[in-house]
């Protein structure tokens, strides 16, 4: 997993200068400076920081997503030569949690899966809806970026966009949480 991360990380940020994202930063120093296999931080210099099961969890969940960063769209795809958002999302909780069974694969599915929440946090699972039906998800980065596979707009396939963007925020329409206590391997 520390190779993944060391190969995400200079990825994101690049992505990130790009699309002028600011909060961003946070998500990807915590994932960037985390040794997972060892359950140590180098944050500090000459010390080490426990980290919480569900934040190791977070970040091996956004690792993964972000090894899928510049993948085309391709509708009904589900490989890293073309995905769309509910096969992106699918394949990245398969990845990160090898062990959960019936992981959606449409986009309405998700509706169902894990913990309805109010808050936004890294590696929440994000609807969107238009005409009360869901047909867009996406992987939470921060409070206000996330990472999904666009269809259409100036930029396609797997990329991280910003809830302020376009009409992401009005069409919004819930946050779940995958349910404490499974924790990837």
């Avoid at 946070?26 to 099961?53: A, C, H």
């Avoid at 009360?132 to 990472?147: D, E, K, N, Q, R």
């Amino acid at each position: 997993m520390a190779t993944v991360l060391a190969l995400c990380v200079p990825i994101a940020t690049a992505a990130h200068s790009m699309a002028g994202l600011s909060d961003l930063d946070s998500t990807l120093l915590m994932v960037s400076s985390l040794d997972l296999d060892e359950g140590k931080s180098n944050l500090f210099e000459g010390g080490s920081l426990k980290t919480d099961p569900s934040d190791e969890s977070r970040i091996r969940i956004i690792a993964s997503a972000l090894s899928w960063l510049g993948v085309p769209y391709s509708f009904g795809g589900f490989s890293d030569s073309g995905v769309d958002c509910s096969g992106f999302l699918n394949r990245t909780i398969s990845q990160s949690y090898p062990f959960l069974n019936n992981i959606p694969r449409r986009s309405d599915e998700f509706s169902g899966f894990g913990e309805p929440v109010d808050d936004i946090e890294p590696g929440d699972i994000l609807l969107f809806s238009s005409e009360g039906s869901i047909y867009h998800v996406g992987l939470a980065l921060s409070s206000t970026t996330f990472i999904h596979s666009a269809s259409e707009g100036v930029r396609t396939g797997v990329i991280i966009s910003s809830i302020w963007d376009g009409n992401w925020r009005s069409r919004l329409s819930g946050v779940r949480r995958i349910v404490a206590g499974a924790t990837p391997q």
